[in-house]
């Protein structure tokens, strides 16, 4: 399974983005997908994740309200529209997928992707 996230790049506080994740291989077993972000000196931490027939989706309390997590189960793919970014939103995201959106949520998802990396500045 290959996860390829796209869409990031440089942004001014206050502006949005889209990220794209595409999934290729063995997509069958998968359902669920999300998001993790790092931010340099940090950890990895849930952004959102989602499921393609049950659970989720799931926001960390930074996203709630900001971010929406959407999916498309024919593309495969998963989608993240963030808006009204700050420069806190700096980090470089993945893509993840596993088996469900509890798991994906929790860390647990089988695949990742690359990643994409957010720049908030002005």
């Known amino acids: 399974v290959q996860l390829q996230a796209s869409g990031g790049g440089l942004v001014q506080p206050g502006g949005s983005l889209r990220l794209s994740c595409a999934a290729a291989g063995r997509t069958f077993s998968r359902t669920a997908m999300g998001w993790f972000r790092q931010a340099v000196g940090k950890g990895r931490e849930l952004v959102a994740a989602?499921?393609?027939?049950?659970?989720?989706?799931y926001y960390a309390d930074f996203a709630r309200g900001r971010f929406t997590i959407t999916r498309d189960q024919n593309k495969d793919a998963v989608y993240l529209q963030m808006n009204n970014l700050t420069p806190e939103d700096t980090a470089v995201y993945y893509c993840t997928s596993g088996d469900t959106a509890a798991n994906v949520r929790d860390g647990r998802g089988d695949s990742w992707g690359r990643g994409t990396l957010v720049t908030v500045s002005s």
């Open positions: 989602t499921a393609w027939h049950n659970g989720g989706p």
